[in-house]
């Protein structure tokens, strides 16, 4: 989960020989209501999802929880006390509508540790990490079958689900009612299909509404560091809380340059650039650029292998580029700073068909202090469950900013 804040859970049980609670109870001096949940516009995207942008975002944000393939095993999931949905499973996802997930990502769940992302990310941008979501639980295999019976039954009905009103309403459950039943003017024309094809058939008819096919999107490597705002949670030593404002910027804007004529055939540059918050480039730091492809023959969902690994000095004025790099379509790259046990990285981005430049966006320095007492503590929330008889957990979830233009590292045994 990509915060600007840190969470601290405490828990605790406490062992029940009888409980009471009154429902005219006076609230304390100075007593705060909770916040209410955000505000939600509009139930639908106002324009398609991009699934490539949402997988970039759906990494930086979601997978150090849910997972890079949406199975609910990311890094931090096994420092939570609830279990992480495994959004990448069918049954998970097939039952709940896109709007319903917009929802949870919005507003978050605090109840299973999950914080809202309303204040973090666009509309636009919940909604390509829906989108992303929603094609974990799908191989290109099945979108493939799908697209095929669905254009030998119904080949005029493309045009009935693209609404996105409509659609971001349905569940692939409803979806598949629709195409064994029919509804207004659409017709039953999934009568005879297995539940098998109809679900394949229904897994086609979701990428309708999207700008980007699923194919297009890729997925970060489990061995790139998670980030929270730019900077790594390993090593597992050290927790790092960024500066607030400090998420790194758009991925992947075209470079304007020429390519310079080293580069051999089917090659290309990938540059960028190194800040640091105080200015002058710290010496002695080195670039590593990472880059990945899909595993030849695996569906897109799959980890992605590391194909290339280059190092580089960056100039004074922190630029660095890597020339004659191999650039096929599809490969991810990222570059990778180390700076005091710090691992700082640019977003991933990913080299289109006949791309022979790449500018990656810039990776981002701050300066470290272990004076903790620089971060603001924001909130508190209290959750108390009763599943056991006689014994109820209860959860405490503090919530830390970090306002300053450093990064705050707080020692730990990794235990306590």
């Known amino acids: 989960m990509k915060l600007r804040y840190v969470h601290v859970v405490i828990l605790s049980a406490i062992f029940l020989a009888g409980c009471t609670l009154a429902s005219d109870i006076t609230p304390p001096p100075g007593y705060v209501a909770p916040t209410p949940l955000p505000t939600l516009g509009l139930l639908y995207p106002t324009s398609a999802p991009n699934v490539q942008n949402g997988a970039t975002l759906f990494t930086q944000n979601c997978a150090p929880c849910h997972g890079d393939t949406g199975l609910g095993n990311g890094p931090q999931s096994q420092q939570l006390p609830v279990t992480v949905p495994a959004l990448g499973l069918a049954d998970t996802a097939r039952s709940d509508s896109p709007a319903q997930w917009f929802t949870t990502v919005s507003q978050g769940n605090l109840d299973r540790f999950m914080p809202p992302f309303i204040g973090n990310l666009s509309d636009q941008d919940r909604w390509d990490v829906v989108a992303y979501a929603l094609t974990l639980h799908t191989q290109p295999a099945q979108i493939a079958q799908g697209k095929t019976l669905f254009d030998s039954n119904c080949s005029n009905c493309s045009g009935k689900f693209t609404d996105q009103k409509m659609m971001a309403a349905l569940s692939d459950d409803d979806i598949i009612r629709i195409i064994k039943n029919g509804a207004g003017d ?208 209860v959860s405490e979830i503090y919530a830390f900013t970090n306002a300053t233009d450093k990064t705050v590292i707080v020692s730990t045994d990794g235990a306590t």
């Open 186 to 393: 659409i017709p039953a024309f999934g009568k005879n299909l297995t539940d098998d094809q109809a679900l394949d058939v229904a897994m086609y008819i979701r990428t309708l509404t999207f700008a980007s096919t699923p194919s297009t999107a890729a997925i970060m490597p489990t061995n790139v560091p998670a980030t929270v705002s730019g900077t790594s949670l390993t090593p597992a030593t050290t927790s790092a809380a960024t500066p607030s404002g400090s998420t790194p910027e758009a991925t992947a804007i075209p470079a304007t340059t020429a390519i310079p004529s080293t580069n051999t055939a089917g090659a290309g540059t990938v540059s960028g650039t190194v800040q640091f918050n105080n200015g002058t480039l710290p010496s002695g730091l080195t670039v590593t650029l990472h880059g990945y492809d899909q595993p030849p023959g695996q569906s897109s969902t799959a980890t992605p292998q590391e194909i290339v690994t280059l190092t580089s000095t960056p100039a004074p004025d922190g630029s660095f580029k890597f020339e004659n790099v191999a650039m096929p379509a599809n490969r991810i790259f990222s570059a990778e700073v180390d700076y005091k046990e710090v691992q700082y990285a640019s977003n991933p981005a990913t080299v289109t068909a006949g791309m022979t430049s790449l500018v990656l966006s810039p990776v981002k320095l701050y300066d470290v202090t272990d004076d903790f007492s620089t971060l603001t503590f924001n909130q508190i929330h209290l959750y108390f469950d009763f599943a056991t008889a006689g014994q109820a957990q």
